[in-house]
């Protein structure tokens, strides 16, 4: 489809802060636009609590922007059915969350909910998860294998946009990198359109020419 694949229009989003007895709204996202392109992938990097996850969720309503127009596909997210919206845009979070069951389980979750007709097996071997793990108890898992389970689960889903959120942060190094080739790799394969939040300036430059700061709720280019 022509256009753009996500576009944000001056997005302010305020939050309500508790410290002890107090609480005080403030303003996260002040006037934030972005735009993306089918099959792109953009990094997004900033200070903890400038409102990256903010960001991420409002693409597909875990949260609502107070103001300004979010569309994916040139469509306004509220017009969507919530459910369609989540199905087409994917998220992967910094902590793996697996369900009760079996990898095999976890990975089919989607596929139940929506018949997408999605393999588990392949999809667990584009997620590089060895087959003798496909009956064990996702419980047991590594944290790694657990993100790799997560990111196989999204993708039973056929998702046109994967919302990752520190996806790689709380995995050692070796997983880390494992993770990180893995969503590259799907990027390209699937032509992912990926909106990839990360605190790590290298990481951002290896996988993308597209980086972007979030700070003092504006969002900007990063150049150079
Ligand atoms: P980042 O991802 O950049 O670290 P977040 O988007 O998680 O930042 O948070 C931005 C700010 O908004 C933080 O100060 C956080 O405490 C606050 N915040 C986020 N979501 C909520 C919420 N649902 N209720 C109250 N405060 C929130």
Redesign the pocket.
């Given at each position: 489809m022509a256009g753009p694949h996500i576009e944000l229009k001056d997005v302010y989003r305020t939050?309500?802060?508790?410290q002890g007895t107090d609480s005080a709204s403030?303003a996260?996202l002040k006037g934030v636009d972005l735009t993306v392109y089918r099959g792109e992938l953009i990094t997004i990097m900033?200070?903890?609590?400038?409102?990256?996850?903010?960001?991420l969720?409002l693409i597909n309503r875990l949260?609502e922007a107070d103001s300004g127009v979010i569309r994916v596909n040139g469509r306004d997210v509220r017009d969507y059915d919530p459910r369609e919206l989540r199905r087409r845009v994917g998220m992967v979070f910094q902590i793996p969350v697996v369900f009760k069951g079996s990898v095999r389980d976890n990975i089919a979750f989607g596929k139940r909910l929506w018949d997408t007709g999605a393999d588990v097996d392949a999809l667990a071997g584009e997620a590089a998860i060895p087959r003798e793990l496909m009956d064990e108890d996702a419980a047991h898992l590594s944290v790694g294998e657990k993100q790799r389970v997560c990111i196989a689960r999204a993708l039973a889903n056929k998702p046109e946009v994967l919302l990752l959120?520190e996806p790689t942060s709380s995995l050692d190094r070796a997983a880390a990198e494992k993770v990180e080739q893995l969503l590259v790799r799907l990027q390209s394969e699937h032509g992912l359109t990926m909106l990839w939040?990360t605190h790590e300036q290298a990481q951002a430059r290896r996988i993308s020419g597209y980086n972007y700061v979030?700070e003092d709720g504006q969002l900007c280019r990063e150049h150079g």
């Open positions: 939050v309500s802060r508790r403030s996260v900033g200070p903890s609590g400038a409102g990256k996850s903010t960001l969720r949260s959120d939040v979030l």
